[in-house]
């Protein structure tokens, strides 16, 4: 099993859809937890971090469940803009180490 | 806030040459920095951790004397490629997060390298 887990997608919703991706992680050890998105040959650009309580930016929101350990996404009112790959990014407590997601790729439709 | 500046963004050269990429964080000390590289629809794959004054630690299968990484600053990493070969062409990006365990990385622009 992966360490991080995500749907390589795509997904493919009308321009104002609302999307949810998920992304499991296996360790438990996990404490911090993050959303990028990365455009077509581009560097990964920080989304938002994670917050225990969820948190939202926007048209984005971002929740927890350490329980099931997994962590959400949530697009409303989807952009043309919106279409990229989106990466989970999980850091071990503790430690410099970072693991990513292999991304999910979204595609807003006209 | 937290720009991460890379340099040069494309290189292209002859087989054989040595290059040297630049990563620098610009708003904010950068204790720990990153390298990434990214083949054409594939995820990021780290190449190296590196702290501020101590050396890097290279990823399993990474060539340590083929990947030279510096980070003699706080806001200062260099990756050279020495002896450069076709196969080495790729998408290299560096990042860098700030003190403190568990901060979020931010990323450079990148370096497209191309080896002929």
């Known amino acids: 099993r992966k360490e991080v887990e995500q749907d390589p997608g795509p997904f493919n919703v009308p321009e104002g859809a609302t999307v949810a991706f998920n992304c499991t992680y296996s360790n438990s050890a996990s404490q911090s937890f993050f959303w990028y998105r990365q455009d077509c040959r581009k560097e990964p650009k920080l989304l938002m971090s994670?917050?225990?309580s969820g948190n939202e930016d926007g048209r984005f929101t971002a929740q927890l469940n350490r329980a099931s350990q997994y962590i959400s996404l949530l697009i409303r009112d989807s952009k043309l803009s919106d279409s990229a790959t989106y990466l989970c990014v999980v850091n071990l407590g503790g430690t410099y180490k970072y693991i990513f997601g292999t991304g999910t790729r979204l595609k807003v439709l006209a | 806030g937290a720009v991460v500046s890379q340099h040069p963004s494309w290189v292209i050269c002859k087989s054989g040459t040595s290059v040297k990429i630049e990563c620098r964080s610009l708003d904010f000390q950068a204790t720990t920095m990153f390298w990434y590289r990214q083949f054409p629809k594939q995820s990021l794959m780290l190449m190296a951790t590196?702290?501020?004054?101590?050396?890097?630690?290279?990823e399993q299968g990474v060539e340590k004397d083929k990947f030279l990484i510096n980070h003699a600053s706080l806001t200062l990493s260099t990756l050279t490629v020495t002896s450069a070969h076709p196969e080495d062409s790729s998408f290299y990006i560096c990042?860098?997060?700030?003190?403190?365990?568990?901060?979020?990385?931010?990323f450079g622009d990148g370096t497209r390298l191309s080896i002929l």
């Open positions: 590196s702290n501020e004054g101590s050396k890097a630690t290279y």
């Open positions: 990042s860098a997060s700030g003190r403190g365990i568990g901060q979020p990385q931010h």
């Open positions: 994670v917050y225990s």
